[in-house]
């Protein structure tokens, strides 16, 4: 079956320093992979996606993502953090039956001042 | 456009009470989601409808039904709560075409007491 992995519960980081938010994938065919983030008290919002291409996907807000076929990761990534970045991150994979997806346990980002 | 709405915001139920939680989606959106988020598992599959008429199971249906009543409006009832139903609930909805994208609504805060 497919799944995800977000090996990291929290992950602090000052305003202006990179961030990366670590998401790990075991598949079975191509894999079909996602980002999303949820504000406080809201539902989830869709950041940027993974389905063939260039390894390096940019989304929104300044996010991008890396792809990895060797190390099956598809980790997020951001040159300088905000404070306004402070969220939770969920990583998701599409299900080979194409209607249904999987999701990470998700990482609290706290970006600090 | 309102994009996905649920209600009710929040509610508490007693154990063995019944109620409905309501989805409606006014994006024309061909496929609609109920998940529930518990802390430290992510978000998990409860059902999903691929289009109207249809509904499917997910990871974690036992002790839910769903309705798609119509193309915009996707339902999901607890017959009987247990205290283990207590969750957060979001419903999403999918459009058919390649973007494999899901909007998220607000959710739905439920406790059984």
């Known amino acids: 079956a497919q799944s995800v992995a977000q090996p990291e519960d929290q992950v602090n980081v000052a305003e202006g320093n990179p961030l990366t938010v670590k998401c790990t994938y075991s598949?079975?065919?191509?894999?079909?992979l996602f980002w999303y983030v949820q504000y406080p008290n809201r539902g989830l919002q869709f950041l940027l996606k993974?389905?063939?291409?260039?390894?390096l996907v940019k989304g929104s807000y300044g996010f991008e993502a890396e792809f990895n076929k060797s190390q099956t990761s598809f980790h997020l990534k951001k040159p300088s953090a905000l404070v306004s970045d402070s969220a939770l991150y969920f990583c998701?994979?599409?299900?080979?039956?194409?209607?249904?997806?999987?999701f990470g346990s998700g990482t609290k980002l706290n970006v600090k001042p | 456009n309102a994009g996905v709405t649920q209600t009710p915001k929040f509610q508490v139920l007693k154990t063995g009470q019944s109620m409905t939680l309501q989805c409606a989606q006014d994006?024309?959106?061909?496929?609609m989601y109920w998940y529930r988020q518990d802390p430290g598992m992510g978000l998990r599959l409860i059902y999903y409808?691929?289009?109207?008429?249809?509904?499917d199971k997910g990871e974690v249906p036992n002790g839910y039904n769903v309705s798609r009543l119509n193309k915009r409006e996707f339902s999901l009832r607890l017959e009987s709560a247990a205290p283990s139903q207590t969750s957060v609930y979001f419903c999403?909805?999918?459009?058919?075409?390649?973007?494999?994208?899901?909007?998220f609504g607000p959710g739905t805060r439920l406790t059984v007491t």
């Open positions: 598949v079975s065919g191509n894999p079909y």
């Open positions: 999403a909805s999918r459009d058919r075409d390649g973007s494999y994208e899901q909007y």
């Open positions: 994006m024309n959106h061909n496929s």
């Open positions: 993974y389905i063939t291409g260039d390894n």
């Open positions: 409808s691929a289009s109207e008429g249809t509904t």
């Open positions: 998701a994979v599409r299900d080979r039956n194409f209607n249904k997806f999987y």
